[in-house]
C-alpha cells in the first residue's frame, strides 16, 4: 500500500495563494527564507504529464509567488526548479515545483545556479 500524498491531504491553512489548479504553500524544509513550492492540486507525478491548461496555471502561479515573495522578503533574484523523477531528486511522488528565493551573499559565488548539482560541471565559464 502506498503511504499518503502529503500534498493530496494539505490543509488550506498553509495555503498563501491558490486558483483552481494550483496551490502556492512555504516549503517545509526551506533552503532560504521565503522558499515556496508551486503544487498541482491534481496528483500526477511527473510535469510531463500535466494539460496545457495545468501547466499555464503552474506559470501563473510562480508569478504570484514571485510577486508574493517579493513583497515579503525583497529576494535579490530566483531559483526555479522541478525535481522529476527518482534519478532527478524527487522525493514527493506529486508535481510540485520550487521557487527559491536568493539573497546576494547567500552563496559564495553563486553563479551556474542549480548546474551546482552536478559540482564538477558547473564553472563552465573558467572552460576556454
Same mark, same amino acid.
Given at each position: 500500500? %502506498?503511504p499518503?500524498?502529503?500534498f493530496?491531504?494539505?490543509?488550506?491553512?498553509?495555503?498563501?495563494?491558490?486558483? #483552481?489548479?494550483?496551490?502556492?504553500?512555504?516549503?517545509?524544509?526551506?533552503?532560504?527564507?521565503g522558499?515556496?513550492?508551486?503544487i498541482? +492540486?491534481?496528483?500526477?507525478?511527473?510535469?510531463?504529464?500535466?494539460?496545457?491548461?495545468? +501547466?499555464?496555471?503552474?506559470? %501563473?502561479a510562480?508569478?504570484?509567488? +514571485?510577486?508574493?515573495l517579493?513583497?515579503?522578503? %525583497?529576494?535579490?533574484?530566483? #531559483?526555479?526548479?522541478? #525535481?522529476?523523477?527518482?534519478?532527478?531528486?524527487?522525493t514527493?511522488?506529486?508535481?510540485?515545483?520550487?521557487?527559491?528565493?536568493?539573497? %546576494?551573499?547567500?552563496?559564495?559565488?553563486p553563479?551556474?545556479?542549480?548546474r551546482?548539482i552536478?559540482?564538477? +560541471?558547473?564553472?563552465?565559464?573558467?572552460?576556454?
Amino acid at each position: 500500500m %502506498k503511504p499518503i500524498c502529503p500534498f493530496c491531504t494539505l490543509s488550506e491553512v498553509h495555503f498563501i495563494a491558490e486558483d #483552481n489548479l494550483t496551490i502556492v504553500i512555504r516549503d517545509k524544509h526551506p533552503v532560504s527564507s521565503g522558499h515556496c513550492l508551486i503544487i498541482l +492540486k491534481r496528483h500526477v507525478e511527473s510535469f510531463f504529464h500535466t494539460t496545457d491548461e495545468e +501547466k499555464l496555471s503552474l506559470l %501563473k502561479a510562480i508569478v504570484q509567488g +514571485k510577486n508574493l515573495l517579493e513583497r515579503e522578503f %525583497k529576494p535579490d533574484g530566483f #531559483n526555479i526548479g522541478i #525535481n522529476d523523477g527518482e534519478a532527478a531528486g524527487q522525493t514527493i511522488e506529486h508535481l510540485h515545483i520550487h521557487l527559491i528565493p536568493r539573497y %546576494k551573499g547567500d552563496s559564495l559565488d553563486p553563479r551556474g545556479g542549480i548546474r551546482w548539482i552536478f559540482p564538477n +560541471k558547473a564553472p563552465y565559464w573558467d572552460e576556454q
